[in-house]
């Protein structure tokens, strides 16, 4: 439980500091002289400013702009909004954990990192855009979750991504279920997350300040990430949106969207899986439904004032004046939209990140072009003024958000008009691909022709709720040739089949004479120990059938 004394100081110092920073006169940086960043004089070394980045787990990007964010107080984002950028059209590469991460930190799509689930990403040794800036003189300092490399997650997470094509259903997670714990005093629901948070602070105290370069310093964060149900079996599954009252108070219920479902008859076959899978297929009332998101929002009320707490140790040290802050998230939260919780899903609820950054030569500004998580590496390197690799598929933000006179910026790359996001891993029976365009959301999956591709005007559909891909045939056509173009994703489908059918027959034979007990306790128990036995031969003629390619 939390530390009641703690908790009622921090209340106070909060709502104190949310006050001053949102206060109309406040400036964090006084007048900026609009002039390129790397040549910023208050900067040390160079002229490079230092970077602080918070990455945290699950946020909707929606709720950091209007009319999403009316549903609860977020004064840490409020404020970067005010004084930075903030992009309203910002997405995951792939909306899972691993796989997202594996591209932020290498700047590479996923079908070329072939981080195809939660229990595959980059080797340990790969060179990340953190340590190309160690290399040329930042001082580099990383703290809480990180999540990119292969080898964790849970056995359930990747046996059920491995046997995402075979033929049964099964629920592999608990009920989602909101939890409220503690009264108006308990703040630090999540321990885990402040006290990295605090140890983040007391380094930009006690080191940073001292530094005689530039340093970059990375927070992860597992919030607003729905927290452990033990219901589920084994290594849990995480269906509980959990908070306190204190930070219930933050959220407006009135202002709560109940989101509309289709019938079972008109959802998508990938929608009716990953429904099934997630187990939502159940009666949940208006009530329950609401209380989720509202739990939901609060939990991103306590993210947002764990970033509160950096940006004001930056503040008192006097350092935020030469610093970028950046804040973004892995990827969304569905929140029972679509009939479903978690993420791994194109829609909006999963695939929209926040992503906001303020700093000296900043714009104060909305922008609205399409960008995702991989072009967070050539932004870092073209922050430090390193030369960008050739082989990266994202592209710097600069051009985009900086201050500055034309013909004093060094030739860019500008950015495309679409980003693409794809998903390899559990709860979803196919590989998934999204385009993003202008007003366009194009979905397609598998081959291309077995499954029925998805289109969205997000423009007059933003809730997603009218696939159009029939409707205008020659679009979706000229989409998905777009697609082709960037990903030849028949064959990436291809190629993550085989890889699944493969690892599990490896995984089987290291297992041995345990492999039935051991599938029988996995995630989807409740379900397996109905037919033991159906559900083993269904997996043993996937193993010697064909791939359905």
Request: net charge negative.
């Amino acid at each position: 439980m939390a530390r009641q004394g703690e908790s009622h100081a921090f209340a106070a110092s909060y709502v104190v500091a949310s006050l001053l920073l949102l206060l109309p006169g406040f400036a964090l940086w006084g007048v900026v002289k609009a002039s390129p960043l790397l040549n910023n004089t208050d900067c040390i070394s160079c002229g490079r400013p230092n970077v602080v980045m918070v990455m945290c787990d699950s946020f909707d990007g929606r709720l950091t702009f209007h009319p999403e964010n009316e549903t609860v107080v977020l004064p840490s984002i409020n404020l970067m909004k005010r004084h930075g950028s903030l992009f309203l059209n910002a997405y995951t590469n792939s909306p899972i954990c691993c796989p997202s991460r594996a591209a932020m930190w290498s700047g590479l799509f996923t079908h070329l990192t072939e981080s195809w689930n939660n229990f595959k990403g980059l080797d340990p040794n790969y060179t990340t855009w953190m340590d190309l800036m160690e290399k040329h003189g930042y001082y580099t300092q990383r703290y809480g979750k990180l999540d990119y490399t292969s080898g964790h997650h849970s056995l359930s997470n990747r046996v059920e991504a491995w046997t995402r094509n075979v033929d049964f259903l099964l629920q592999q997670e608990g009920r989602p279920v909101a939890k409220l714990l503690g009264d108006k005093t308990y703040v630090r629901i999540m321990e885990k997350d402040w006290e990295t948070t605090d140890i983040a602070a007391t380094w930009i105290k006690s080191t940073a300040t001292n530094l005689t370069q530039p340093f970059v310093l990375y927070l992860g964060l597992n919030l607003p990430h729905p927290y452990p149900s033990p219901s589920s079996g084994e290594d849990y599954g995480s269906s509980t949106f959990l908070t306190s009252p204190y930070w219930l108070e933050r959220v407006i219920y009135e202002a709560i969207k109940i989101p509309k479902w289709s019938p079972f008859s008109e959802m998508h076959s990938v929608d009716y899986y990953s429904s099934y899978t997630k187990n939502c297929t159940g009666k949940f009332t208006q009530e329950e439904i609401r209380n989720i998101r509202a739990h939901y929002y609060a939990m991103c009320a306590e993210t947002d004032a764990m970033l509160g707490e950096i940006i004001s140790a930056l503040n008192e040290t006097g350092l935020l004046k030469r610093t970028l802050v950046i804040f973004t998230s892995d990827h969304g939260e569905l929140a029972m939209e679509h009939r479903q919780f978690y993420k791994m899903s194109m829609y909006e609820a999963s695939s929209h990140v926040p992503l906001l950054i303020m700093g000296p030569n900043i714009k104060s500004q909305l922008v609205s072009d399409v960008v995702s998580l991989v072009d967070i590496y050539p932004t870092m390197l073209d922050i430090a003024g390193i030369p960008t690799p050739e082989n990266l598929s994202g592209y710097s933000l600069m051009p985009l958000i900086l201050e500055k006179a034309e013909n004093e910026v060094p030739f860019r790359k500008l950015h495309p008009t679409w980003v693409l996001s794809e998903y390899h891993g559990c709860n979803v029976n196919s590989s998934a691909y999204m385009l993003r365009t202008d007003k366009w959301k194009y979905i397609t999956y598998s081959d291309g022709h077995s499954i029925s591709p998805q289109l969205f005007d997000l423009s007059a559909d933003p809730d997603e709720l009218i696939n159009i891909a029939t409707r205008f045939p020659e679009i979706t056509h000229s989409l998905n040739k777009q697609l082709l173009s960037i990903v030849d994703y028949p064959k990436v489908s291809a190629c993550v089949q085989q890889y699944n059918k493969q690892q599990f027959v490896n995984w089987k034979q290291s297992v041995g004479q345990n492999y039935s007990e051991t599938l029988a306790n996995l995630r989807w128990h409740q379900d397996w120990k109905k037919h033991p036995k159906k559900y083993e031969q269904a997996i043993d003629r996937w193993i010697k059938g064909q791939m359905n390619v």
